[in-house]
T-cell receptor, first 114, second 112 residues
Framework: AQSVTQLDSQVPVFEEAPVELRCNYSSSVSVYLFWYVQYPNQGLQLLLKYLSGSTLVKGINGFEAEFNKSQTSFHLRKPSVHISDTAEYFCAVSDQTGANNLFFGTGTRLTVIP | NAGVTQTPKFRVLKTGQSMTLLCAQDMNHEYMYWYRQDPGMGLRLIHYSVGEGTTAKGEVPDGYNVSRLKKQNFLLGLESAAPSQTSVYFC???????????FGQGTRLTVV
């Protein structure tokens, strides 16, 4: 079975500072990895995904993530955050069985301070 | 394209009442999911479907039932609502395991 751990439930950061949101996963099989963002009172939307190939993945809004197989991590980074990045961020892992289920971490609330 | 549409957006139920949440997608996706979102717990999978006429249990299926009579629709039923089912419910659909899941806007359910 797959599982996802997001180590930080809340991350406050000043505007224009860099940020890293941490995600670790566990799985006995190959997985696909995703980061989603949820703005207040909205559904989730995809930031980026890792399927294979280059371990550095670039997404929307200036975010990027690095897949590290040896450390089973998929941390999300942005070099300079904006007020509009304030949201909840979810890491997710997809198994490759017939069910194609998507398992989520508990989320990290990013608050950008002016 | 509307994507994934959930109805209703808000609902208040009394304990013991029943209701059905409707999810409709217009992307011809095979896989559909129902999640619940609770503070500090992320999204937990309730039930899912891998195609028309199929359903299966997820992580937290107790107290819920689902049906997928048509490919584009996935219904979530609560037969006898309990306060523990107060939550925000999200429906999602996807084409396969390496494509993104598309989410609806959510249904905020309160059981009093």
């Amino acid at each position: 079975a797959q599982s996802v751990t997001q180590l930080d439930s809340q991350v406050p950061v000043f505007e224009e500072a860099p940020v890293e949101l941490r995600c670790n996963y566990s799985s006995s099989v190959s997985v696909y990895l995703f980061w989603y963002v949820q703005y207040p009172n909205q559904g989730l939307q995809l930031l980026l995904k890792y399927l294979s190939g280059s371990t550095l993945v670039k997404g929307i809004n200036g975010f990027e993530a690095e897949f590290n197989k040896s450390q089973t991590s998929f941390h999300l980074r942005k070099p300079s955050v904006h007020i509009s990045d304030t949201a909840e961020y979810f890491c997710a892992v997809s198994d490759q069985t017939g069910a194609n289920n998507l398992f989520f971490g508990t989320g990290t609330r990013l608050t950008v301070i002016p | 394209n509307a994507g994934v549409t959930q109805t209703p957006k808000f609902r208040v139920l009394k304990t013991g009442q029943s209701m059905t949440l409707l999810c409709a997608q217009d992307m011809n996706h095979e896989y559909m999911y129902w999640y619940r979102q609770d503070p500090g717990m992320g999204l937990r999978l309730i039930h899912y479907s891998v195609g028309e006429g199929t359903t299966a249990k997820g992580e937290v299926p107790d107290g819920y039932n689902v049906s997928r009579l048509k490919k584009q629709n996935f219904l979530l039923g609560l037969e006898s609502a309990a306060p523990s089912q107060t939550s925000v419910y999200f429906c999602a659909s996807r084409l396969n395991s390496y494509t993104e899941a598309f989410f609806g806007q959510g249904t905020r359910l309160t059981v009093v």
